[in-house]
């Protein structure tokens, strides 16, 4: 879609230039500064065309990208949060085993 604007733009450029040089100035149909104006008006509606197609292919990179970033960001605490639950787990395994060991050697005391 983006290279239609270009291809536009080069129509008109030949459609504004052909007909100048096919007729005489004095038999041509618009006056000068009218054709002028049109031209002017025409270039300037594609021009906002082509603008407004480039900011929303912008847009839509920028939408893309984040839904990507997110994604990732997602990933990464989906994994932190598994490592936070094994180191967890084998925190309160090893104070459960040292507990039990305590528990065995009978009470302890003073020294």
């Known amino acids: 879609m983006p290279a239609l604007y270009p291809r536009l733009v080069r129509r008109r450029l030949l459609l504004l230039l052909l007909p100048g ?3 005489k100035p004095e038999r041509h149909p618009l006056p000068h500064r009218l054709g002028r104006r049109i031209g002017i008006w025409f270039e300037a509606a594609l021009f906002s065309l082509a603008l407004a ?3 929303n292919l912008l847009r839509k990179e920028k939408e893309s990208a984040l839904a990507r970033e997110q994604a990732v960001l997602r990933q990464a605490k989906h994994d932190l949060e598994e490592k936070v639950n094994e180191r967890t787990h084998g925190l309160e395994l090893a104070k459960q085993q040292a507990d039990e060991a305590n528990a065995a050697k ?4 003073p020294p």
């Open 106 to 109: 009978g009470p302890s005391s």
């Open 21 to 23: 040089t096919l007729v």
């Open 53 to 55: 197609d480039h900011i």
